[in-house]
């Protein structure tokens, strides 16, 4: 069954979704990916010069706006920071919440979208995004500084790490990938035959023994035992785009992406991945670890899917918007949040 291509981009107008999403689309439907290749262009960026010898203008950031539905608005991702909520997404737009039901939005310096965020403590986090935007907080979500801002790559950041205050991880589109060893007051590009390809670099994660993870299209899969020093291609259970992973067990990880493939190994660096039959084709693009060890998933249609450590026990639900989600943590009641088209949703798993 292939892919309504026009209802699904329809669905991921104008988001980052979009972006993952659509080359995967080509190489699902077998045409090229330079023939469905979405540019992440800058909504800043000024058009190119007449003359090729015309010098680029620069272009700056121009701080985000602040709106009164933003909380209803593209929501890309969310973090825990253990005091508070911090939500981030399409126009530079981030939000704190102290309860997961009001939401304030704060105002960055920045308007591209911001696609991920993540806290190493209450105080400490990072945001990326398009124009290889990296913002950091520290204190909590309630003030943002740029720390990178090149709208000339025109290329997107999809997902941030941080091992600890001080090291950390931003990889994107086309083999994006920085690396920082001073909490991002300098960011340098990771030398690695990983990106040769300059294939699209959708997810990093940490697993339980400190491995390193990164999950990407066509297949990519890349790991690193020695905390981002070197990494090495794995070979990927599925060939086609994978979105992210979520660590399960000592040293094991759930593996999602494309029409509803999931799969789960005990350890990555060993293969012998097991396909996990999730009785959807909705792509997955955000997960979480559940208390117990269960992970939960997110995706197009307002999709939930809750898996076993063990790839077991799967159980699907639904939002009411019946709308995309792109990122998903647990809140204080047990519940999820969960991020997407239409802002924040609180999913009940009972």
């Known amino acids: 069954m292939k892919h309504d291509k026009k ?21 699902d439907e077998g045409a090229a990916p ?53 939500a981030v997404g399409d126009r530079g737009h981030v939000l704190v919440s102290s309860n997961g039901k009001d939401w304030a939005q704060v105002q960055v310096p920045v308007r591209s979208a911001l696609t991920a965020v993540t806290f190493t403590d209450s105080e400490n986090g990072w945001a990326v995004g398009h124009d290889a935007v990296i913002l950091h907080t520290k204190d909590g979500g309630k003030t943002w500084a740029l720390q990178n801002f090149q709208p000339q790559l025109e290329k ?5 790490l941080f091992v600890d205050a001080s090291r950390g991880f931003a990889v994107g589109a086309y083999g ?10 300098n960011w340098a590009e990771v ?34 035992s ?3 020093v070197t990494w090495n291609k794995l070979t990927a259970p599925y060939e086609s785009s994978l979105f992210g992973s979520v660590a399960v067990g000592e040293k094991g990880a759930v ?41 939960a998933m997110v995706g197009l249609n307002g ?4 898996v076993g450590a063990d790839g077991g026990n799967v159980r699907s639900l639904r939002t009411d918007a019946g709308t995309p989600l792109s990122g998903v943590i647990v809140a204080s009641d047990a519940s999820l949040l969960a991020v997407g088209e239409s802002g924040v949703q609180r999913v009940k798993l009972r």
Do not use: C
């Not at 010898?53 to 920071?81: G, I, W």
């Not at 997107?156 to 941030?160: F, K, M």
């Not at 994006?176 to 007051?185: M, N, S, V, W």
């Not at 030398?191 to 990407?216: M, V, W």
């Open 7 to 27: 209802k699904l981009l329809g669905l991921l107008a104008g988001s980052t979704l979009a972006a993952l999403a659509v080359s995967a689309i080509a190489q």
């Open 34 to 86: 330079e023939e469905a290749a979405v540019e992440a262009a800058p909504a800043e960026a000024a058009e190119a010069p007449a003359a090729e010898e015309a010098a680029a203008p620069t272009v700056k950031p121009r701080p985000s706006e602040l709106m009164p539905l933003a909380s209803r608005s593209m929501l890309l991702d969310v973090a825990n920071t253990g005091k508070r909520l911090v």
């Open 156 to 160: 997107p950041l999809l997902d941030v």
């Open 176 to 185: 994006l990938f920085y690396e920082t060893t001073d909490g991002g007051q």
């Open 191 to 224: 030398q690695s035959p990983i990106r040769e390809d300059e294939l699209h670099f959708n997810s990093i994660a940490r697993l339980n023994n400190g491995n390193l993870l990164i999950a990407g299209e066509q297949g990519t899969l890349a790991l690193s």
């Open 226 to 228: 020695d905390g981002g």
């Open 255 to 295: 593996l999602f992406g494309l029409r509803g493939n999931v799969y789960v190994s005990a350890d990555p660096a060993a293969g012998n991945w097991t396909k996990v039959e999730t009785g959807t084709v909705a792509s997955m693009f955000g997960g979480a670890s559940l208390p117990g060890g269960d992970v």
């Open 303 to 306: 999709s939930v899917l809750l």
